[in-house]
């Protein structure tokens, strides 16, 4: 079974729409990171949370919003989407007694914004 | 800001040597990783530095200069299942991983 699981693995929507994006993990990381990734570009940071309580922003919020509902759910929305969010996404979780810092990533999101 | 340049494709023969080279400029320093990325899939853990020198892990050897604010990720013995692309990530002073754009590595029979 995976670790960190991303639902759904792909996403057609028109512009305008709400769109929630799900990652689950069975890691116990306390963790959780929400990225995007776009051909010729890095990863690039959306959000991520630390703990339940805790959220921030990355490098790329504007559009997107998150809610941490449990130490081991961490969800993306775009609250009306737009073309240029068509994007594959990853989460990935952490732990904070880890000593490398290493990254689990999700299977990824294919999301197309028509 | 924060930049970290890999170059964006290279091309080696099966059976060869390669090195992946990174350069980084980031606000502090607390490793530097190296994944493994094939098409359409997740980024995969290949090695962490966070010491100066040499890291071996099978085929795979990375390499971490922090002075130079450089690394390498060496591979050997290239196998077709090696194509892929290749993400330096470096983690700043607020323990958040900065990507680079990733290598594309073509492997050739």
């Known amino acids: 079974d995976a670790d960190v699981t991303q639902t759904p693995r792909n996403r057609i929507t028109k512009t305008g729409k709400r769109i929630m994006l799900e990652c689950s993990q069975t890691k116990g990381h306390d963790r959780m990171y929400w990225y995007r990734q776009d051909p010729g570009l890095g990863l690039r940071l959306i959000y991520y949370?630390?703990?339940?309580?805790?959220?921030n922003k990355g490098e790329i919020s504007d559009g997107y919003s998150v809610s941490r509902q449990a130490q081991a759910k961490f969800s993306l929305s775009l609250e009306s989407a737009i073309p240029n969010q068509t994007a594959l996404y990853f989460c990935?979780?952490?732990?904070?007694?880890?000593?490398?810092?290493?990254?689990?990533f999700g299977p990824g999101t294919r999301l197309t914004v028509l | 800001g924060q930049n970290i340049d890999q170059p964006t494709e290279m091309t080696a023969t099966e059976g060869a040597i390669v090195q992946i080279n990174c350069t980084y400029q980031?606000?502090?320093?607390?490793?530097l990783f190296w994944y493994q990325q094939h098409a359409g899939e997740a980024p995969t853990f290949l090695s962490y530095?966070?010491l100066d020198g040499l890291e071996e892990k099978g085929r795979f050897s990375s390499f971490l200069s922090r002075s130079k604010g450089y690394s390498y990720l060496l591979l050997k013995e290239l196998q077709m299942k090696d194509s892929a692309s290749y993400l330096c990530a470096v983690l700043d002073s607020n323990y958040q991983l900065i990507w680079g754009a990733g290598t594309k590595l073509i492997i050739k029979p």
């Open positions: 949370s630390f703990d339940v309580k805790d959220i």
């Open positions: 980031t606000s502090g320093f607390n490793g």
């Open positions: 530095n966070v």
């Open positions: 990935a979780t952490s732990a904070l007694w880890q000593d490398n810092n290493e990254q689990f």
